[in-house]
């Protein structure tokens, strides 16, 4: 069992930043693939990034690519996702997730609220 928590979300304008936190519980940290997902209102929720266990590999959604960053600090049990040049867009709430592949993610954060104003 996993449990997430994410932090770091607020209100930005256009262009800014923001790191996003996700702290998990458990000594088995290492061992999951983390992913970074949002939903904004209205919309299904969509990926936005992933990283390997061990943080060798990681993907991105076309929208992220080159303004999002993700790390995993497994020390510290928490991975992050450093969000730059902020669009209106990237309004939506951030989730953190962990699973044993890529694709498959079996525990959820409770969220955190991105709103980048124009």
């Known amino acids: 069992q996993v449990q997430l928590v994410e932090s770091g979300g607020g209100l930005v304008h256009t262009g800014g930043s923001l790191r996003l936190s996700c702290a998990a519980s458990?000594?088995?940290?290492?061992?999951?693939?983390m992913g970074w997902f949002r939903q904004a209102p209205g919309k299904e929720r969509e990926f936005v990034a992933y990283i390997s266990r061990y943080g060798l590999s990681t993907y991105y959604a076309d929208s992220a690519k080159g303004r999002f960053t993700i790390s995993k600090d497994n020390a510290k049990n928490t991975v992050y996702l450093q969000m730059n040049t902020l669009k209106p867009e990237d309004t939506a709430v951030y989730y953190c997730?962990?699973?044993?592949?890529?694709?498959?993610?079996?525990?959820w954060g409770q969220g955190t609220q991105v709103t980048v104003s124009s």
């Open positions: 458990g000594r088995t940290f290492s061992t999951y693939y």
């Open positions: 997730a962990a699973g044993t592949s890529r694709y498959e993610y079996d525990y």
